[in-house]
């Protein structure tokens, strides 16, 4: 299979955490490209903090497992090095950690050891950028947070397709997404350049260390929830789209959802909250 370009970025940052020594020394060399935080000093336990206190707000929130969720199985789709994964293991009887590299998820299995319960994990290598190599009607919960951003725009909307194609009729999807605002149309095109960039031989691990070319290559697509829910709207129920309450525009194209506010939400980002029908 041909590497798509979308794909390299993250795929050279997996090779770094290779290189690594320990956990912590990836969280220091790349820990960033997950949360955003830099640092020398640095550790895998304050990593994974963040994704403690972040995973226990939006369960809450979006209402995720009914309560029961020791008995549930949750799809963590991007899950990266396990920053929310510790947290999703000690919360699901069952995580299904999916990501594009399967460096990320061997650092993933690292840190829920460290941090979670490792025995509640299974990881799967999303090889093609938009599959799971996962049974139908598998899963209680499919979760995405920053991901389906960063993913070639046709592989976001098969990885949502997926996400409802695993999780069983009365299960429920969380999906992140992010919409356009005031700089992409400059940003997005040199994401572009950047990317390809990173296919020049030898380029790509030393720009993965440098941390504006990383987060520009890593802009891949920008999507509104029309777009996303317009096609599928007829296989869900109790649809809810969960924005920052500075973006309060009345949702157009999608019928029979709600829009709630909630304060944490990045600017740029929203959220698909909804039952499979
Ligand atoms: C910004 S990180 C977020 C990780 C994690 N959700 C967190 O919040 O810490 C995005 C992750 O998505 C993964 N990824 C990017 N494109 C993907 C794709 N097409 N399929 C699966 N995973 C992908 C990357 O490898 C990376 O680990």
């Known amino acids: 299979m041909r590497r798509r370009p979308q794909l390299i970025p993250w795929k050279a940052a997996g090779r770094i955490t290779e290189e690594q020594g320990s956990a912590d020394e990836v969280v220091q060399a790349t820990g960033w490209v997950f949360n955003n935080e830099t640092g020398d000093t640095l550790t895998l336990a304050e990593f994974v903090a963040t994704g403690d206190s972040e995973v226990a707000i939006y369960i809450d929130r979006f209402g995720l497992g009914d309560g029961e969720e020791d008995q549930c199985r949750l799809v963590e789709i991007g899950c990266g090095i396990g920053r929310m994964t510790c947290a999703f293991t000690r919360r699901f009887g069952t995580v299904i950690a999916c990501d594009l590299d399967a460096g990320f998820l061997e650092r993933c299995r690292e840190a829920v050891a460290r941090f979670g319960k490792v025995d509640r994990l299974r990881t799967v290598e999303v090889g093609d950028g938009r599959s799971l190599q996962l049974p139908d009607d598998s899963a209680d919960v499919a979760f995405s947070y920053i991901t389906l951003q960063h993913c070639d725009r046709d592989d976001a909307l098969a990885l949502v397709a997926e996400a409802l194609r695993v999780v069983r009729p009365g299960g429920q999807i969380a999906l992140n997404f992010r919409s356009w605002s005031g700089l992409d149309p400059l940003v997005l095109p040199i994401g572009a350049v950047v990317r ?82």
Do not use: C, M, Y
């Open 196 to 277: 390809a960039l990173f296919r020049a031989p030898g380029v790509g691990p030393w720009l993965t260390r440098k941390r504006l070319a990383t987060r520009l290559a890593w802009q891949a697509n920008r999507l509104d929830p029309h777009q996303v829910i317009g096609p599928i709207q007829g296989r869900l129920s109790d649809v809810v789209v969960w924005r920052n309450p500075a973006r309060d525009a009345p949702l157009w194209g999608v019928k029979h959802a709600t829009a709630e506010p909630f304060e944490f939400i990045n600017r740029n980002h929203w959220w698909l909250v909804a039952r499979v029908a």
